[in-house]
């Protein structure tokens, strides 16, 4: 578990989770203590590190972040307009 903190930001706390399944790893990234308002721009936002750290692993160049994260953020907008 983090605890974080950084300036213009809320401070929040990020759990992440690591289980075997068979011969795979399953990590789970829990990132509590997100302003309502922001969950779509943070959600697309840890999509882009988790499929960073996807590339890296696998050997690839990380992705542009801002066109990806231009690409994913609509979708994550209609996903938080479900919670309110």
């Known amino acids: 578990m983090i605890l974080t903190s950084s300036p213009d930001e809320p401070e929040g706390i990020i759990e992440v ?18 302003p309502l308002a922001q969950i779509a ?8 590190h988790l499929e960073d750290l996807a590339a ?5 160049d990380r992705c542009d972040a801002r066109a990806r994260w231009q690409e994913l953020h609509p979708a994550y907008q209609e996903l938080a307009a479900r919670l309110t």
């Open 17 to 34: 989770t690591l289980a075997t399944d068979g011969g795979q790893t399953i990590l789970v990234l829990e990132d509590q203590g997100l």
């Open 41 to 48: 721009a943070y959600g697309a936002g840890d999509q882009i």
């Open 56 to 60: 890296f692993l696998a050997g690839r």
